[in-house]
């Protein structure tokens, strides 16, 4: 039998390795990122290659990822965390090239008072060093690619689905392809030559575009109108992407003729339910377990909000429920989640920061 204290010793050995790795990989890193902040051992970055202006309000930044990079699928996202006001904030853009391009690319459109979107757009250039999380979601193009498919999109919602046509056009597969977008103008179509030569040298591709500007056409999404342009649409498999406004309707009309089961969306902003306030205006104590700290939430908002407004600093990503960054365990205490309206006071549970308001005090593993 082995004895007590060799025991003891062979785990402080194994103690001392682990700690030794962790040295060497930190000097490692630390070395690599003095070279070119671009290597890492294993964090994803990637170096700004090319900014390119597309409209008035949309960049796309052309990145070079490290070897941490596996590649994505197209119509995937990936996230970008930045570093403003010595506070680190992450946003998820979709990627906007093809599938297995060396350059990967993403096009952010400048939102008004946007932290992250202004920032990109005032501070990236060519050159500088970008954090990023690895391609997620599930709004991707099947393969093989559907045989009759609509790419149907407005405003910046145009990335993933701008990414999938790219991806059919490397592949020379774009055999039955409606691609419907909407913008304000012709000058705010994003990608607008690429998709107008894509359509030039594809017979299988129609382009529609749906400009608001058109005095000819109807604002926005019109059911009637767009069941006329493409009257085969609830035939078709489809991929939306675009403002709320718009997504709002098509899902409708999609319903109505019964074909759901074809239609995939993917949602840059959440959908979150209206609820009513806090019973309490003084705030909920929120105790967090690892750090041993106590705050006050307070002020509306998700309980992602309201940390940040206290000081913390939780890990998050896209903030709408779907990259599930910031998901943690609550220990005790009750929540409201902000989409489906379910109130819970389970111990050890699993929540998501960003779709939950606490509803009592509360103690969180964070
Ligand atoms: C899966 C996914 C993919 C995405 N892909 C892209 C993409 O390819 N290109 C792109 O430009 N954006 C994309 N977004 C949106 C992006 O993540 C940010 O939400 C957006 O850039 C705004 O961030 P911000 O920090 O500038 O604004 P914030 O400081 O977070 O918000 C400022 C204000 O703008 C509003 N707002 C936030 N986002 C939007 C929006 N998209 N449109 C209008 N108002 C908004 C907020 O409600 C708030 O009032 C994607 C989001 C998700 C979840
Ligand atoms: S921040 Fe993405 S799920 Fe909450």
Redesign the pocket.
Same mark, same amino acid.
């Given at each position: 039998m082995v004895s007590m204290s060799r025991m003891g010793a062979a785990w402080r050995g194994a103690g001392i390795a682990v700690a030794e790795r962790l040295f060497l990989d930190r000097q490692a890193e630390f070395w690599m990122g003095e070279l070119d902040p671009v290597l890492s051992l294993g964090e994803l970055r990637a170096r700004v290659i090319e900014v390119v202006e597309e409209t008035r309000d $949309?960049k796309t930044f052309v990145l070079r990822p490290n070897a941490a990079w596996r590649g994505h699928r197209a119509g995937q996202?990936t996230s970008v965390e930045v570093e403003i006001d010595g506070m680190r904030?992450r =946003? !998820?853009? @979709?990627i @906007?090239s093809a599938r297995g391009d060396a350059l990967v690319s &993403? $096009?952010?459109?400048?939102?008004?008072?946007? =932290?992250? @979107? $202004?920032?990109l757009h005032e501070t990236v250039r060519a050159g500088h060093i970008l954090r990023l999380g690895a391609p997620a979601?599930d709004f991707v193009l099947p393969s093989p690619a559907p045989e009759k498919l609509l790419l149907l999109s407005g405003g @910046?919602g145009i990335? #993933?689905v701008m990414s999938m046509l790219r991806d059919l056009a490397a592949r020379d597969a774009i055999d039955d392809v409606v691609f419907v977008h909407h913008a304000r103008s012709r000058a705010d179509v994003i990608f607008g030559d690429e998709l107008a030569d894509l359509s030039a040298r594809h017979a299988g591709l129609r382009l529609v575009l749906c400009l608001d500007d058109d005095a000819s056409a109807p604002r926005g999404f019109d059911e009637a109108y767009f069941a006329k342009l493409v009257p085969d649409f609830g035939e078709r498999s489809t991929f939306l992407c675009g #403002?709320k406004p718009l997504m709002d309707r098509a899902e409708r009309l999609w319903e109505r003729v019964g074909a759901t089961d074809l239609l995939e969306l993917?949602?840059? $902003?959440p959908q979150l339910r209206p609820l009513p306030a806090l019973a309490s205006t003084h705030g909920v104590q929120v105790r967090l377990r690892r750090s041993a700290r106590d705050v006050v939430a307070k002020g509306g908002g998700s309980l992602l909000e309201q940390l940040e407004r206290a000081g913390e600093r939780p890990a998050h990503g896209?903030?709408?429920g &779907? !990259?599930h960054t910031c998901k943690c365990r609550k220990q005790s205490g009750t929540v409201q989640n902000l989409v489906t309206g379910e109130v819970s006071s389970e111990p050890d549970e699993e929540i998501q920061l960003c779709l939950s308001i606490p509803r009592s005090d509360l103690e969180l593993d964070l």
């Open positions: $949309t996202y904030v =946003r !998820c853009y @979709s @906007s &993403i $096009t952010v459109k400048r939102v008004p008072d946007g =932290r992250v @979107s $202004t920032w979601g @910046s990335t #993933p #403002p993917e949602r840059f $902003t896209c903030r709408i &779907i !990259c």
